[in-house]
């Protein structure tokens, strides 16, 4: 059964910093990545790293947001600096198995940037 536990979330000031950790199981990931979703919108792509490093990432993030991935446990990590109110979304996790080419998502944690 593949699983997908994401922390991190929280509230943080305009400027500040959250890491968002997700730790998957049951299966083979070929991409991990992030997404997000703000209230009233829709769910966006937030940044990818495939099992060989190579990173993707919304414009509206680049220079802010760095993603990073541990391969021998499954971890992908997400680490946000200079957070923007417009930041502020529900943040899912999202892995696709290297076979099967599904996709799977984590439950969601809440980021918010207010003051």
């Known amino acids: 059964q593949v699983q997908l536990v994401e922390s991190g979330g929280g509230l943080v000031q305009p400027g500040g910093s959250l890491r968002l950790s997700c730790a998957a199981s049951g299966s083979v990931f070929a991409e991990m990545g992030w997404y997000r979703q703000a209230p009233g919108k829709q769910r966006e792509f937030v940044a990818r790293?495939?099992?060989?490093?190579?990173?993707n990432y919304v414009d509206s993030v680049k220079g802010r947001f760095t993603i990073s991935r541990d391969n021998a446990r499954n971890v992908v990590d997400l680490q946000m600096n200079s957070l923007k109110p417009e930041d502020t979304a529900v943040y899912y996790c999202n892995a696709i198995n290297r076979y099967s080419r599904q996709n799977y998502w984590g439950q969601g944690t809440q980021v918010t940037v207010s003051s």
């Open positions: 790293i495939s099992s060989g490093g190579i990173t």
